[in-house]
């Protein structure tokens, strides 16, 4: 018999181990490679990236979350920003610079590009949002991912919530509608690829 995936809260002691593990994640995804085209800026800068984010938008408002492999090391993580609390501070945004220039370096005009993007079409309406989702290629089928969207989830659904997110990988959007999300719209990045933006109803 299998044993349950351990699921935890994410903490400010967690964040390289979380960002290390997106930027595993989502090297090969087609948003941010279009971001960082060049591989080796990429493998680089996606971990600063994710750190930035994590230290400063998702961890501190809480429901972000870590699923762990068995010797208690970081398999997935799913960073996630509870109703009325996605906003940042124009402190955190200036705090936020110095790590997204060292991310994304000359193509933080990109970056920035694709943040307006999904800011215009966010929704306006109270909900959970899945800023990030994703496992270590080695566990990739493990359940990780699974367990991590139930842990979350599982909650929304008692407080008669919603939940969204944006889908950067096609191939992404069937798993996504298997918990319940449905796409609302598609979208495109000028000269770049389409984003999938997914809501999940309340039950």
Known sequence: MSTAIRVRTAGQSDITAAANTLAAAFQHDPVMSWILPDDHRRAVGLPRFFATMARHVFVPVGGSELALRPDGTVAGVAL??????????????????????????????????????LEEHHPTEPHWYL?????????????????????????????????????????????????????????????????????????
Do not use: C, H
């Open 80 to 117: 996630w920003t509870p109703p009325n609390r996605r906003e940042t501070s124009p402190r955190a945004e200036l705090r936020m610079m110095p790590g997204l220039l060292r991310a994304l370096g000359r193509r933080i005009l990109a970056g920035k590009q694709v943040a307006e993007l």
């Open 131 to 203: 800023g990030m989702l994703g496992t270590a290629p080695d566990v990739r089928g493990a359940g990780y991912g699974n367990a991590l969207l139930r842990s979350r989830l599982d909650r929304v659904d008692a407080e008669g919530g919603t939940a969204y997110l944006e889908s950067s990988n096609p191939d992404n959007v069937p798993y996504y509608e298997r918990f319940g999300f449905t796409v609302t719209s598609e979208i495109r990045i000028p000269d770049g690829p389409p984003l999938w933006l997914m809501l999940r109803a309340a039950r």
